[in-house]
């Protein structure tokens, strides 16, 4: 039976990550609530007088949601106190022409948590609305599965999803930037950036460009306090930064939450993880996420 368990629960784990991750945005939280629905698992799988699952899957999948839902309090107050601008823990992978056999599996599901930029919108949500908008528009549940997943009237689940959808769609367009461009701008980015080019700058960002930089107090991330907003502003903070921050780093090119994106080493130590969010043509950079808090960072190979 322990044997049984066990496996059933490994054959959907990636599928579990991904659901918790996309809701809280934060590895060790998500790793936390995969302990604590595992232990829910056995319990109930283990207890002589119960009765016999049906669906495996979706009893995992509710168990873990709603245990999401429990850890948001906490993971909300945390952030309240945290130092300057937040930003989800990335998730990094090989790659598209770099595939990685031994970890295939991991990657078709980890591919379908949504980019850092829609995740930093999905913390503007309730975490109720968060949830349905995780489930219904990247995983595709319908919304009578949520109703019972999360034990609320599908009339209710679909006035969640209409808000939580009106409310991402009119902060962030859906489209996706060709995986190719993304890595052609993000090189062309970093050539500028790191050499200091203000001119070569000031033409790839947009006048709406926004900077985020995540270091979480500890003085690594170019921005400050609050995300940096224009591009003037914006240009001439990483022009001027560039002999400072730039100095001596190495590039390595890997997928940053499924797209083309940059980490940053000092040696052997990585120090930031940059993902670019463009325009809807693909000409400009209109976003910029730098993820350089260590604590982060702790988690990737």
Known sequence: MSDTATQVFHDHRELLFSIVYNMLGSVADTEDVLQETWLSWTARKQAPDAEPIDNPRAYLVR???????????TVSRRRESYVGPWLPEPLIGPLADTPDPDN??????RAESVSMALLVVLETLT???RGVFVL???FGYAHTEIADILGRSPSAIRQLAHRAREHVHARRPRYEPDPQVRQQVTERFLAAALGGDLDALLRILAPEVTLWGDAGGKGRAPAGLRPLHGRDKVARLLAGAAPHSGKGLDIAYRTVNGAPSALLFAGDTLYAVLVLDLTADGDQVCGIYVVANPDKLAHVD
């Open 136 to 138: 219904h528009e990247v």
């Open 63 to 73: 168990i873990a949601v709603n245990r999401a839902l429990a850890h948001q309090a």
């Open 104 to 109: 295939a599996a991991d990657a078709a599901v």
């Open 127 to 129: 975490p109720l609305e």
